[in-house]
């Protein structure tokens, strides 16, 4: 079973660019979430999709936004960037089922660096 | 103060030793807690998932989890110098929602 697909693993952009990063869930798994991985911040939530819905935001500025198709595949987009947005993005897909009684698998990530 | 502390380390110990790696959270919320290992230049590996309070074994791993305390910890034992990697604790509410809040991880050395 293949697990959670990130595009591209490393890019390197320059100021003021934007980025969009591509996340393939696992088959079968309907909620994807994205995260920023800093070595100051550490692991921080962006937002998570679920049937193409955004359910929850972190606390982020609006220059970061995400999508999900009806393929439960999912894009994040990073406008206007700052050398501060230089991270490894993470993405993670569940079941989500309403019990909640499921886990959370992460790709191997998306390395963006901003020169 | 964070949601969740967790010491960065570095923990060095010698191969074959009992690991102990702790967490400590402040919202009483929190109802599943897990346990992710991370290699360098990787993405995080989960290890280790239990909802609420009690002890979950998965070979040599032991998760606990304190509710009373809040207070989670995971033990590794016969350690081994694949082991070595960053171990991030993580939390979640009992909602449908799939947010993390995660732990800032604490990187461990094993030696040989």
């Known amino acids: 079973k293949a697990g959670v697909t990130q595009t591209p693993r490393y890019l390197i952009k320059t100021r003021g660019q934007q980025v969009t990063l591509s996340c393939s869930p696992i088959?079968?798994?309907?909620?994807v979430s994205w995260y920023q991985q800093t070595p100051g911040q550490g692991l921080q939530f962006l937002f998570e999709?679920?049937?193409?819905?955004?359910?929850n935001k972190g606390n982020f500025p609006g220059r970061f936004s995400g999508r999900q198709f009806s393929n439960s595949r999912s894009e994040m987009n990073v406008s206007t960037l700052e050398l501060g947005d230089s991270a490894l993005y993470l993405c993670?897909?569940?079941?989500?089922?309403?019990?909640?009684?499921?886990?959370?698998?992460f790709g191997e990530g998306s390395w963006l660096t901003v020169v | 103060q964070k949601e969740v502390e967790q010491d960065p380390g570095p923990l060095s110990v010698p191969e074959g030793a009992i690991v102990s790696l702790n967490c400590t959270y402040s919202?009483?919320?929190?109802?599943?807690f897990m346990w992710y290992r991370q290699y360098s230049r990787k993405g995080p590996e989960l290890l280790m998932y239990?909802?609420?309070?009690g002890n979950k074994e998965d070979g040599r791993f032991t998760a606990q989890v304190d509710k009373s305390s809040k207070y989670i910890s995971l033990f590794i034992r016969d350690s081994q110098p694949s082991d070595s990697a960053t171990y991030l604790c993580?939390?979640?509410?009992?909602?449908?929602?799939?947010?993390?809040?995660f732990g800032t991880g604490t990187r461990l050395l094993v030696s040989p």
């Open positions: 993670a897909s569940s079941l989500a089922r309403i019990d909640s009684g499921n886990t959370i698998y």
């Open positions: 088959s079968g798994h309907r909620s």
């Open positions: 999709y679920f049937s193409e819905t955004q359910r």
């Open positions: 919202n009483s919320a929190f109802q599943y």
């Open positions: 239990t909802y609420s309070s």
């Open positions: 993580a939390m979640r509410r009992s909602t449908g929602f799939q947010k993390l809040v």
